[in-house]
């Protein structure tokens, strides 16, 4: 957690509280540390691991001091591993399933691989070659964690790999969605370096649909990769979205990540709406943009919130404060058109729905108003019904349908990862998943023209 | 609370804890707070004609993260005037009575030098005389030190010389930097030491540094050997005082030394046949209060055996220690995994299946579960997984019910070439 000696919240300078708030482990820590491992032959930890890091293998050079070694062996396994190491739910994966959890208390998986990561950034370090050419083309659009991925791994074998990104820096969720206090941007960055640095041409600003057409994109290539993620935030369905102060949590976060802060929110009352991981990253963002007060407006109870514990417990640090079972009904305007109020409903959790969360009714006759000068969003993520439609591609409501394992769709030549294949109820939509998926796709394109093996 | 005093050739001490000689024994200010703060005797940094140190003098190794897991050194004896010790000598041994002060000898291997220097030291009032027939680096290449030690004639004659003047008892630290140091030990009994000492330190070049290529420590760009000590050392040590407490001609008392860095391992020590210890490294690591502990627990140990006096324990293991020749053959145990305590981290799997006897299998239970197996009757009873585990309690190696009666080698062998006799017999 944040220095003692720094406070945590500076309304002065803004810039500060956006600065990453875990400090790496020191070298002496390292050591301590990655010495501690045990080794384990056939190790949980790497089960637990959605790319299959080789865990103790990558403690073990950090001990013998091998740390351009370690830093390999991390980001063979996961092209995305240094931000991995910050905003993997270690707990939930592999530290989880460390062997000291029965004994004394795991190894700080995380904190070891974003030790071996910073030291392959600082050192500059280029860790991966292209492979030799096989004339082979593949398009991926989409250059978040799943497209970075799936072309990193296809450069190494050998591919002509094009990324379509519609923001105007690859990186999707690294760059953009998490924010900097957790990933600061150099770390996605450096990702993006390192799939550049195989060949890979990354076309930025480029809208497909827009910028080229879809058939464009499938005349020119062997095999496309469908990884644009989800879109903006739904709208809310109440009356008063229109007025200025009410914010897409995505763009929120995303507009903390891209040049200037704002100074519009020191001393302002922020309410979020939704308790997921955004929901977190919005309520944060407003206390480090100085809010004076924020609340996150939950329709379920804790119980049922998707954040993580240590999202919560770090927005509960900054002060962020929480109401249960309450509901928007509408936002209140003043005479300019800006945020001033919203009233809200109680809720009480009826019967369990298919996701197997209780489903929230309002109480009627329980409404109240909330005086606030800002409304975040974060009530998920809408899909890119049009573009999927544009490839012709199956899918269940903008969840592109997609083969087991392999990730094809619909449409042989073209795969689909990441948040554009994650459906509700299938876990988590962690970007660790998504950097797997990449691979698997990468590999399974890889399949078809040579089917003896992919060599890792 | 046990009485923790020890009788070492005549050598009365409150405790058997002395510091060996080395830097921690250098000069009367140290020597005196080592005694405030309870060390029962200390040898002092050993006496001789003047030298000169080099700078850079130490290095450790460090394992796995732990810091002097082994530690050397290429500092020499003394570096300060005979007088000034011997004065100091004087005056600390007037403020502590009741604590041992041994002064270590290191002289050119003539008759007069002996002679002379033993006189001098007694005369300021030390307990007895530790010769330093060890020392590897530096003074071994003038003929002093382990270039004495290492010749069992030498460790006689001058032993002799030593004991032709001295009025206190003469103990005689051996270098373990020769195959058998019974010989040497033999040789010191010879020449009429009271006791003898071990192990000093041994040969040993703690490293190359990968970046300048020099030795490490190094002077100048430059290196040579020093002396290997701290807890890596222990087990050498050990085996030597062990060969030594059992060996039939060598009946003096043992001064054991050589990485003791608590009161369990002075206990190994002493019942090994040690009748007291030594402690350098020990406390260069951490100071002279580590003492503190070793006298509250070795007096605790006690107390909880219900031993009365800390001698009673000298030389208890002795008899156990002998030839492998005298092994039981017919003794079997095995490994026993204990699945509730077992972490899973495979460890002896992988340590049985590379490089033992392959007989730890990986299994899965009816519920998903991954558990550990030992094959029993492949187990050959190594105790490989129970080093490697990580976990207390987690496998035992347990005693296989015999099937038949003891029978070691030696009388193994005593009997086939009885049956070849009698064969031999019969075909006549």
Redesign the interface.
Known sequence: MASEKIPRISLMDLEMNFLEVEQGLTNQEA??E??RC???????CIKACPTGIDIPTFIKKI?SGNLLGSAKTIMSSNPVGASCSRVCPTEELCEGAC??N??TNPIMIGNLQRYATDWAIQNEQTLFQPGVSNGRTVAVIGGGPAGLSAARELARLGYEVTIFEAADKAGGLNTFGIVSFRLPQKISFWEVEQVKKLNVTIRTNTVVGRDISVDKITEDFDNVILAVGMAHVPNLGVEGEELKGVYDAIEFVKATKSGQLSQDFVGKRVVVIGAGNTAIDGATCSIRLGAENVKILYRRTEEEMTAYDFEYEFAKQDGVEFRWLTAPKRIIGNSLGHVMGIECIKMKLGEAEPDGRRRPVPIEGSEYVIPVDAVVKAIGQTRHKELIEAFGLQHNGGVVTVELGTFRTSNPAIFACGDVVFGKGKGDAMVVTAAQQGKDVAYAIHKQYSPVGVVN | MADLRINLAGIQSPNPFWLASAPPTNSGYQVQRAFEAGWGGAVWKTLGDPILNVSSRFAASSF???RVAGFNNIELITDRPLDVNLKEIYETKKKFPNHAIIASLMVEPTQEKWHEIVKRVEDVGVDGLELNFGCPHGMAERGMGSASGQVPALVERQTYWAKEVAKTPVIVKLTPNITDITATAEAACQGGADAISMINTINSLMGVDLDSWNTIPHVAGKGAHGGYCGPAVKPIALNMVAECARHPRINVPISGIGGISNWQDAVEFMLMGATGVQVCTAAMHHGFRIVEDMIDGLSNYLDQKGISSVSEIIGKSVSRFSDWGNLDLNYNIVAQINNDVC?????C??ACEDTSHQCID?LTDSSGKSYLKVRDEDCVGCNLCSIVC??DGAIDMVEVPRELAPMTWNERQAALSVAVECQADVTK
């Open positions: 050591m301590e990655s010495n045990l080794y384990c032959y056939d190790a949980p001990a062997v000291l029965h004994s | 796995n993260g732990k972490i899973n981290c495979n460890k799997h992988i990986m990580p976990v």
